[in-house]
């Protein structure tokens, strides 16, 4: 089974809005609005990965991944990206229904098919 990710949208923020808190960890405590933030990868994240192939597609407007949703895969932080994705994804019980109500269907050609138009004639 696979599944299809089409990326129709996709818009990058690189400031921060306010007010933000970051981990106690971090030093600084909060951060000024426009701030930039320096630790997020440029043109953002949101990117698909493929553990099994190693490869991290980078999501852009227009691009599909196809995967097996039965392997491990992921996608990266965010990272200020806002995206708008398409997914079609099926399970083998879905399969199975659709293999079911195709079965005795079959498609036969009428008189005049292949002829060109028949209202022509």
Same mark, same amino acid.
């Given at each position: 089974?696979?599944?299809?990710?089409?990326?129709t949208?996709?818009?990058?923020d690189?400031? !921060?809005?306010?007010? !933000?808190?970051?981990?106690?960890?971090?030093?600084?405590?909060?951060?000024?609005?426009?701030e930039?933030?320096?630790?997020?990868?440029?043109?953002?994240?949101?990117n698909?990965?493929?553990?099994?192939?190693?490869?991290?597609?980078k999501?852009?407007?227009?691009?599909?991944?196809?995967?097996?949703?039965?392997?491990?895969?992921?996608?990266?932080?965010?990272c200020?990206?806002h995206?708008?994705?398409?997914? !079609?994804a099926?399970?083998?019980?879905i399969?199975?229904?659709?293999?079911?109500?195709?079965e005795?269907?079959? !498609?036969t050609?009428?008189?005049?098919?292949g002829?060109?138009?028949?209202?022509?004639l």
């Amino acid at each position: 089974m696979y599944a299809f990710n089409l990326c129709t949208g996709r818009q990058v923020d690189t400031e !921060v809005p306010s007010p !933000v808190r970051t981990r106690p960890s971090r030093a600084g405590g909060k951060r000024k609005a426009g701030e930039v933030r320096p630790e997020w990868p440029v043109g953002g994240g949101g990117n698909f990965v493929d553990t099994s192939l190693r490869v991290v597609v980078k999501s852009a407007k227009g691009t599909m991944t196809c995967f097996r949703p039965g392997e491990i895969h992921g996608t990266t932080r965010l990272c200020g990206a806002h995206q708008r994705r398409i997914t !079609v994804a099926f399970s083998e019980r879905i399969a199975d229904a659709f293999r079911k109500a195709h079965e005795g269907i079959s !498609v036969t050609a009428g008189e005049g098919a292949g002829q060109g138009d028949p209202d022509a004639l």
